[in-house]
């Protein structure tokens, strides 16, 4: 299992395909399959039966899974695209954006 540079809970914004510029909160991180959720990012079209969550059933929209290699995180100064360096303090962790060196939360 590798480490990856995004976290559930960050901003980030999409660089690469369909959906590049849209910017959004990750909601959920996939590790095995390098992939994570962005709200409001790569929305697919889903054919639902009828249940108790979609009583009507019909076509939904959702969120789909999209490579973390086409996400990088928002600055926090500047709310641009910005990589991220890792400090250690003790036992914490930090991440700082390049551009601007603000913490990352």
Known sequence: ?????IRKGDTVIV???ADKGKTGKVLKV???DN???VEGVNMVSKSTKPSA???QGGIIKQEAPIHV???NHVDPKS???TRVSIKHEGKNVIRIAKKSGEVIK
């Open 1 to 5: 299992m590798s480490k990856l540079h």
């Open 15 to 17: 660089i690469a395909g």
């Open 30 to 32: 996939m590790v095995d």
């Open 35 to 37: 992939r994570a959720i």
């Open 53 to 55: 969550k979609y009583p």
């Open 69 to 71: 290699s086409n996400l």
């Open 79 to 81: 709310g641009k695209a």
